[in-house]
């Protein structure tokens, strides 16, 4: 939720801290601030982006070898300059920056106040900083990393911490439970974040943190320990990521950029993974697909447009495989004492493997004895590394907030997920598997060929820029497409927009149809199609106005239609993959015409490290 940096090493930090930040405003952007270590702390924090920092530091910019950084998404008190990280302990000798939530930050808070200590923001965060100081005055002499250990037992809840000490000038230190940070190693200087991105750009030798663990970082150098000081011996991995793969390339928006990826993200996806004759092979389960082939349930959790990939999960694991699947929020899933066991298999999906609630769900699931698997966009995330198994989707970095073509990619993947399953219980022919298989080689191609009517779908997103509310109807395979519609609309554009499955029209939504709801409706696929021209023709008689995505072969679709867009034609089962385009363009437009912060839309964060 909040993204975190840090610098130690030869070279003046400022600038690494600000650059660093700005590449994880993604994860939360509404206050932001860093410490720099140069004889003593100089702190500099303000509500609002870099940019905002920048401009106030610019008359005397801090300068030093040693620093954190923090971007904020608010959990407790107000985005203020005050309440902006890094917090500073009451003699000015301690900073600290924090992702996560302390939960038991109000009764350390009491206890701390009745001791005189004073805080300054409303903020859990700030507790740690002081009760690290308090721990230390309390115990003269003791070595700052013992400290820090005493402290952060006291803490319940979570955190991702870097914390530098004014008489510390070589040492950083860092302290993970629940959320994450990775460890980057240069020739004599060291880079600490919450994600690989602001590393990538000067080192590619990474050391993953893992919850429990607490390191102390040197210019090049990386003691981790567990949080009872037993040491550990990490392994450095090398980042497979690219520093042309997290920015913009052209683009005016990461979330255009991402949308244009698509073909290759979904080619990327598919790489190795289908075999002559429509066989799958996946190495991340391999030894595993006739255990959850043979699964008394299994149990899809996720949140957002993970959940949404997770519906369309639901519909081809059932349609092609015939095994019974329950897709889940992990939100709920995680209270509802589930009703999980040994011949169970969950599988989380999320695209940066870190959202608590997902990964919460998890544990809950592998804590009662089921198989955990996971579809992740990450490599190293919490998520890829907590699962017994999993399944890559090789995307590439999403930076933009919300989520295009990671959700076609999770989608790619359940596809292949659903044919190996579907083949190791009998319940598909070769002829039928290797047509699945072979039009999915087309599907980048079709998703090029949508992508090319940007331009008129951007008209038409003109005329429903001021719109007050959007419906959007699906069925089938389509009903988690709709969903995903509406999400991508509200999320970025601030429209009200919601998703329906089209028959439930009448159920209820269909009192909202005026000639001021404009009403899209996903018509894409064969065996729908009547039924979905009855929704057109309700709509209509309720002078609702109708966009319609459909095929070229829908002549009466477009007939009834006020607005079309033709997506090509593909089998019902891969439809998902190109009737998601339009839509995220749809969006897309409307934001950009009503002068929303696309990649950074108000409130939200790309990756929900809370819960
Ligand atoms: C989708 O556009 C949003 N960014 C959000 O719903 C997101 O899908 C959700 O927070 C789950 O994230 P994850 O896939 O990284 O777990």
Redesign the pocket.
């Known amino acids: 939720m909040c993204g975190i940096v840090g610098y130690v090493g030869s070279r003046d930090c400022r600038d690494i801290l600000l650059r660093g930040l700005a590449r994880l405003e993604y994860r939360g952007y509404d206050s932001v601030g860093i410490a720099i270590l140069n004889g003593g702390l100089h702190v500099a924090k303000c509500a609002g982006k870099v940019r905002d920092l920048e401009r106030r530091i610019a008359v005397a910019p801090p300068a030093g070898r040693l620093g954190i950084g923090h971007t904020r998404w608010a959990t407790h008190g107000l985005p203020d300059d005050t309440n902006a990280h890094p917090h500073v302990s009451q003699t000015g000798d301690i900073a600290l920056v924090h992702n996560g939530i302390i939960e038991n930050y109000a009764a350390l808070k009491q206890t701390l106040s009745t001791k005189g200590r004073r805080f300054r923001s409303q903020t859990d965060s700030e507790v740690v900083v002081q009760l690290i100081e308090a721990v230390l005055e309390a115990s003269p002499g003791i070595p700052f990393e013992a400290a820090i250990r005493l402290a952060l037992k006291q803490v319940a809840g979570t955190y991702g911490l870097a914390i530098v000490h004014a008489g510390d000038p070589d040492r950083l230190y860092v302290a993970r439970r629940g959320s994450p940070l990775i460890v980057g190693l240069g020739e004599g200087e060291s880079f600490v974040a919450s994600d690989a991105t602001p590393i990538v750009e000067y080192t590619n030798r990474v050391v993953y943190l893992d919850d429990g663990e607490l390191a102390v970082i040197g210019p090049g150098s990386c003691d981790v320990r567990t949080i009872d000081d037993v040491p550990l011996t990490k392994e450095v991995h090398e980042l497979a990521l690219s520093l042309g793969a997290i920015e913009k390339g052209g683009y005016p928006h990461f979330m255009l950029k991402e949308i244009h990826e698509q073909p290759r993200a979904i080619a990327d996806c598919l790489r190795g993974r289908l075999l002559p004759g429509g066989g799958v092979q996946l190495g991340g389960l391999a030894g595993l697909l006739d255990r959850v082939a043979a699964a008394r349930t299994l149990t899809i959790v996720?949140?957002?447009?993970?959940w949404h990939s997770g519906l369309v999960g639901e519909y081809l694991i059932e349609h092609l495989a015939r095994l019974p699947v329950e897709v889940e929020y992990a939100s709920e899933f995680r209270y509802r004492e589930p009703l999980l066991a040994a011949d169970d298999v969950l599988l989380a999906?999320?695209?940066?493997g870190?959202?608590a609630d997902?990964i919460a769900a998890l544990r809950e699931a592998k804590a009662r004895g089921a198989l955990a698997l996971g579809l992740c966009n990450v490599v190293g995330s919490t998520l890829a590394r907590e699962t017994d198994a999993g399944v890559y989707t090789h995307a590439g970095p999403e930076i933009g907030?919300?989520?295009t073509k990671?959700f076609t990619a999770q989608v790619t993947a359940l596809v292949l997920v659903a044919l190996a399953l579907a083949h190791r219980r009998g319940t598909i022919d070769p002829g039928r598997a290797a047509a699945l298989a072979d039009e999915l080689t087309w599907i980048p191609e079709k998703i090029a060929a949508i992508l090319a009517q940007d331009a008129a779908i951007a008209v038409l997103a003109q005329r429903f820029t001021y719109a007050p509310n959007i419906l959007y109807l699906g069925r089938s395979f389509n009903f988690p497409v709709a969903l995903e519609g509406a999400?991508?609309l509200k999320?970025i554009s601030y429209i009200h927009a919601e998703g329906y499955p089209a028959a439930e029209m009448k159920h209820g939504p269909i009192a909202l149809i005026d000639r001021l709801m404009p009403v899209v409706v996903i018509a894409a696929t064969a065996h729908t199609s009547d039924k979905m021209l009855a929704n057109i023709e309700e709509v209509r008689a309720r002078q609702g106005r109708v966009i319609a995505v459909t095929t070229p072969g829908q002549e009466d679709v477009k007939r009834l239609a006020e607005f079309v867009i033709e997506i090509p034609e593909t089998l019902d089962a891969l439809s998902p993959l190109l009737a998601v385009i339009p839509l995220q363009l749809f969006a897309y437009h409307i934001a950009v015409n009503r002068g929303c912060d696309v990649d950074q839309p108000r409130n939200?964060a790309?990756?929900?490290t809370v819960e």
């Open positions: 996720a949140c957002g447009t993970s999906i999320s695209q940066s870190e959202t997902t907030v919300a989520s990671a999400l991508k999320e939200l790309k990756s929900v």
